[in-house]
């Protein structure tokens, strides 16, 4: 099969795009692959791109590039209604809920078209009218597969797959370095803030431990400031952005996760597949959807003192050493239904279904 993957840009640093590479790579082993970016924002992707795996833009977007048009909506939609239109696929997979509506519209009817979706439409109403052209919803947790089920009315099927993580082997913690890390966009959503101010807690208790923070965005400077303001300045550190957030990931013996939702949650999969226990919120959206906690996570409530209860979580993992290693014992094994042949197959099994209804 010539599988197309439809992504509003490859060359971010997002974890749905970590994801779609990923899946891509995986189902390359068998199938002609190709990215296609709607834009192309970069010089370079951020994160690798597997060799079997052919990449094409429609909008070049970098800046200083000039264009016979102007840049614009108009430009971008027009651009993706030629390559829709002139698709030549067995099977197109869409990324966002926009790109689905533009594939249902104007894709080949020829073409397997599937939504791959990792949360709810903003706009809702031109979902419901159009996703039933589609052939098939997938999501990678059940509660958003029954949301989606819910928002279609029974008028298109919905599955759910995981995410898939990079080929292995993967990168394997020691557990013995005193560093907890987080990795992830820096935005509020994200809640960085609280991770903090539990920090300080635990280091206040246990000094000769490190918070190390991957990754950029809006939220840096008030972060950095809080980082001030409790002086904590010899006990949490600002990484930067990386590629390879597994491998920063292995360096650690606890991960923390202190979003209040995850979606697609690829952070919360490759620090699992280090062997790194997580420790994270309760939540229908949250970390709890990708771990079994107590066999390779902890969980905390939300609400009232859950600053002190995520810290008394952290410390409960710095003071046990036996639990810790158990925990991360459990995060490998649940890591296993991630590996990058088990979600193709899964995949390709669907696709092949979908294409003998034709």
């Known amino acids: 099969m010539k599988i197309s993957f439809l992504v509003p840009s490859a060359y971010a640093m997002r974890g749905d795009v970590r994801a779609t590479l990923n899946l891509a790579a995986g ?146 913690s020691r557990m013995d370095n005193r560093i907890v890390s987080a990795g992830g966009r820096l935005v509020p959503v994200k809640s960085y803030n609280r991770l903090i101010r539990a920090f300080a807690i635990v280091a206040d208790k246990r000094p000769d431990w490190r918070l190390r923070l991957y990754g950029t965005g809006p939220e840096e400077k008030r972060l950095r400031g809080l980082v001030s303001e409790l002086d904590l300045h010899n006990h ?27 979606a697609p949650g690829m952070s919360v999969v490759e620090a699992l597949s280090c062997g790194v226990p997580v420790v994270g919120f309760e939540g229908s959206r949250g970390p709890a959807e990708f771990v079994r906690p107590g066999h390779d996570s902890v969980l905390v409530p939300e609400g009232d003192d859950e600053v002190e209860a995520y810290a008394a979580a952290l410390l409960g993992l710095v003071d046990d050493d036996r639990r810790r290693l158990a925990l991360a014992a459990g995060a490998l094994r649940t890591a296993e239904a991630h590996a990058a042949g088990a979600v193709a197959a899964r995949w390709q099994e669907l696709m092949y279904g979908l294409r003998s209804r034709e």
């Open 27 to 172: 189902l390359a082993a068998r199938h002609e692959v190709e990215i296609v970016s709607v834009k192309r924002t970069k010089e370079t992707p951020f994160f690798p791109v597997d060799p079997r795996v052919s990449l094409r833009w429609l909008v070049d977007a970098r800046p200083g590039v000039r264009h016979l048009l102007p840049p614009g909506q108009v430009r971008t939609e027009v651009a993706l209604w030629r390559a829709l239109r002139g698709l030549r696929a067995d099977v197109l997979v869409t990324t966002r809920p926009g790109l689905g509506i533009q594939a249902a519209r104007h894709a080949p009817r020829e073409v397997v078209r599937i939504a791959r979706e990792w949360s709810r439409p903003a706009v809702p109403e031109p979902v419901r009218r159009l996703y039933p052209r589609l052939d098939a919803v997938v999501t990678s947790t059940v509660s958003a597969r029954d949301e989606w089920a819910r928002l279609l009315d029974d008028d298109l099927s919905v599955h759910t797959i995981p995410d898939a993580l990079p080929a292995g082997p993967w990168p394997r």
């Open 236 to 262: 949490v550190y600002f990484m930067g952005a990386t590629s390879d957030l597994p491998g920063e990931f292995a360096k650690a013996s606890i991960v923390a996760v202190p979003s209040r939702q995850e």
